[in-house]
C-alpha cells in the first residue's frame, strides 16, 4: 500500500527562525511529489512539485529536497513569518495511479 | 492555474438532511475529484468525476450517500444524504490538468457540521 508519513506532526517556531519538515513515502512506482500549505480553513495550495530527476526545488522561502533513493523529502522553510503559520501537506503520486497519496501534514505555528 | 470556488462555503445541518456542494472551476478540466478532511486528518479521496461518465467511488464510500453530478467541464456537485454527525468534515473539490505532473488545485473547501 503507497504511504505517506510526515514528521513531526507539528512544531512552534519563533518569528525569523528556520525550520525543516520531513516526508518519507513508500509510494511506487514513483512519478513526483508536492508539498502543499493549507491555511486554516482553506484547501490546500502547491508550493513544489519534483519529479524523479529533480531534488532540489524553491519557491521564494520555502525549498524542498527530494531523495528518490531513500524515498525522503524534506521542506525547509527560512526566515520564517507569521503567515507561515499552516498545515503542510506532503503529496505523492505514482506512474500507474492518477490518484494522489496524502501525507497526514505537519502543523506549523509561528509566533512572533 | 484553475481558480476554484465551492458553495456553501460552510452550514450546519440536522441529522438526517442532505447537503448538496457546488463546485465552479474558471476553466475547462477534465479530471475533477472530491476529498474529504476529517479534523485533524490529510485528505482522502471520496470519488473522481469526469465529465460524460458516471463518477468513480473510492472504497468505503458510495453513490447513495455521496452522489455526484457533472454536467460540464466546469462544474461539479456533491451531496452528502443522510448525514449524521459523523459526516462533519471539510469537503473539498479538486481539479487537475491531463499531466500527470499537473498542479492539482484544490477549492477553499466547505465545512460542514451536522447535528
Known amino acids: 500500500k503507497n504511504q505517506v508519513e510526515q514528521s513531526p506532526q507539528s512544531l512552534i517556531i519563533l518569528e525569523g527562525k528556520n525550520c525543516t519538515l520531513q516526508?518519507?513515502?513508500?509510494?511506487?512506482?514513483?512519478?513526483?511529489l508536492r508539498w502543499y500549505k493549507q491555511d486554516t480553513g482553506r484547501g490546500p495550495v502547491s508550493l513544489t512539485i519534483?519529479?524523479?530527476?529533480?531534488n532540489t526545488k524553491s519557491n521564494g522561502r520555502y525549498t524542498a529536497t527530494l531523495d528518490a533513493d531513500t524515498k525522503q523529502s524534506s521542506l525547509h522553510i527560512t526566515a520564517s513569518q507569521l503567515s507561515d503559520s499552516a498545515s503542510y501537506i506532503c503529496?505523492?503520486?505514482?506512474?500507474?495511479?492518477?490518484?494522489?497519496?496524502f501525507g497526514a501534514g505537519t502543523t506549523v505555528t509561528v509566533r512572533a | 492555474s484553475a481558480v476554484i470556488s465551492q458553495k456553501p462555503s460552510r452550514d450546519i445541518c440536522q441529522r438526517g438532511t442532505s447537503l448538496t456542494i457546488q463546485c465552479q472551476v474558471d476553466?475547462?478540466?477534465?479530471?475533477m475529484f472530491w476529498y474529504r478532511q476529517q479534523p485533524g486528518q490529510s485528505l482522502t479521496l471520496i470519488a473522481t468525476?469526469?465529465?460524460?461518465?458516471?463518477?468513480?467511488?473510492e472504497s468505503g464510500f458510495v453513490i447513495d450517500k455521496f452522489p455526484i453530478s457533472r454536467p460540464n467541464l466546469t462544474f461539479s456537485t456533491l451531496t452528502v444524504s443522510n448525514m449524521s454527525p459523523e459526516d462533519s468534515s471539510i469537503y473539498l473539490c479538486?481539479?487537475?490538468?491531463?499531466?500527470?505532473?499537473?498542479?492539482?488545485?484544490f477549492g477553499p473547501g466547505t465545512r460542514l457540521l451536522v447535528l
Open positions: 479538486s481539479v487537475r490538468g491531463q499531466e500527470r505532473s499537473s498542479t492539482q488545485y
Open positions: 503529496v505523492v503520486s505514482a506512474t500507474n495511479d492518477y490518484k494522489l497519496s
Open positions: 516526508c518519507n513515502y513508500t509510494v511506487s512506482p514513483f512519478s513526483n
Open positions: 519534483m519529479t524523479f530527476s529533480e
Open positions: 468525476a469526469n465529465q460524460g461518465s458516471e463518477a468513480t467511488y
Open positions: 476553466s475547462q478540466v477534465t479530471m
